[in-house]
């Protein structure tokens, strides 16, 4: 699985079709639990990660239209066919018909929405940091379905479902992630 650019070029990439501080930082986040998920599994960690961080190049200039633009903007980049599918599974049943079918699949799937709703449950802590999250606190957020309600926490758990893992363990993952890129994504260190 080659690709065709290296991770500093997909970060040019994504900055040419978006320019939101936020959702550059959704994608770093997705891209650092795709990675982890990577790792975790024995895969390519660099393929899935550039999986994750280019996930919603479109999103941006086409809000309405996500997903139809990325296959064009990745095949002109250079990448093949195989990417460009796991990047439109991320959207399954919400913007593109491709089914999660692969683990990367399933994962990017799964963590798209998840690392948002995690990175809004740590902005409203008092530490505003990711480093002393745990699970219980994501888990007690997820309930209240109030909080982050544009969040799809069916997605989410079915996404858990399909990679066969407890949403509890994919929660962690992705917190265990996501601490990571603390500092990048703009959350506080801890206090000493």
Known sequence: MALPMDRAAALELLKTHTHTQSLIHHAISVEAAMRHFAEFYGEDVEYWGMVGLLHDLDYEEHPEEHCQYTPGYLREAGFDEDF??????????????????????????????????????????????????????????????????????????????????????????????????NAELGFQPLAE
Request: with cysteine.
């Open 84 to 181: 460009i599918r796991a990047v439109l599974s991320h959207g399954y049943g919400l913007c593109t018909d491709v089914k999660p079918e692969k683990q990367m699949e399933k994962v990017i799937y799964t963590v798209d929405e998840l690392t948002g709703f995690i990175t809004a449950v740590a902005l409203m802590r008092p530490s505003k940091s990711l480093l002393d999250l745990e699970v219980k606190s994501v888990k007690k957020k997820f309930k209240d379905k109030a909080f982050a309600a544009k969040v799809d926490r069916d997605l989410i758990c079915g996404g858990a479902e399909m990679m066969g893992m407890e949403l509890d363990q994919v929660m962690e993952h992705c917190i265990l992630a996501l601490r990571t890129i």
